[in-house]
């Protein structure tokens, strides 16, 4: 019928049965959208649950680990280890330097834990080490830069582990890092000093044979100091600045 038509016809004479059964209809369309979004939910509810289960089964299975009898072979009891935890960061002790003076008076200890230099280490090997470290070519051009740029890439091979096993880690906030290593260069002693920024994965600088006058600056600059020279190799005087604490290591 068109709506001429139907405008012209007597209202009692109009079928508004579709339109009733439309209306009539809208309950169950929204029940049954309902019921759809609620299985949706549902559905994702039970997801989390699983997700939940598992991360308390795992974490279980970390606990029993330890009361666990020793596997029958290392090598496998190690790889299941590793499948459940990833991999585990490496922990060092470390002093907070609470007494800058103390400490700085007293920094001629770092020759006693003085590393023998590694072998030495050229460009494209160095490329190859470090790989959480983002701008490593940069880094390299950073150094052909300064006027000893020679000098400073002769002594790439301190870079690793000066980043991995400092004597000392200064930090100037927000997010730049000084790390401070004391290595044997024959009879004499030499401390490399890296800038970081970025987690670590941004290298500024490296500076060879580090002035001591400009290192105790920066230890006096520092927002926070921590020392990884054995506590033994320390004086009272140092060690009564110290508090003990774990630092966790993670630097490839």
Do not use: C, W
């Not at 770092?110 to 790989?131: C, G, N, Q, R």
């Not at 600059?221 to 020279?229: C, E």
């Amino acid at each position: 019928m068109s709506a001429t038509k139907a405008l012209n016809k007597p209202l009692a004479q109009l079928d508004f049965k579709p339109l009733s059964n439309e209306i009539k209809a809208l309950p169950y369309k929204a029940n049954a959208n309902l019921k759809a979004h609620l299985r949706d939910i549902n559905a994702k509810t039970n997801e989390l649950l699983d997700s939940m289960q598992e991360f308390k089964n795992t974490t279980k299975e970390i606990k029993l680990l330890a009361y666990n009898k020793p596997s029958e072979n290392n090598a496998v009891e190690v790889d299941r280890l590793s499948n459940v935890l990833g991999e585990i960061p490496k922990t060092r002790e470390y002093q907070v330097i609470t007494d800058k003076k103390a400490f700085i008076e007293n920094l001629n200890v770092l020759k006693s834990v003085a590393e023998p230099i590694p072998p030495t280490l050229d460009i494209h090997a160095f490329l190859k080490t470090l790989d959480n470290v983002e701008n490593k070519e940069n880094f390299i051009e950073h150094l052909l830069t300064r006027n000893n740029a020679e000098t400073r890439l002769a002594y790439l091979n301190l870079v690793e582990p000066t980043l991995k096993r400092a004597d000392i880690e200064l930090t100037f906030l927000p997010n730049k890092k000084e790390y401070i290593k004391s290595f044997k260069d024959k009879d004499n002693n030499l401390l490399y000093l890296l800038v970081t920024k970025n987690n670590d994965k941004t290298l500024i600088t490296g500076i060879p044979n580090a002035n001591e006058r400009y290192v105790k600056n920066e230890i006096n600059k520092a927002d926070i100091i921590h020392s990884f020279v054995p506590l033994n190799r320390q004086t009272t005087e140092v060690v009564n600045g110290l508090a003990m604490q774990i630092l966790p290591q993670n630097r490839k």
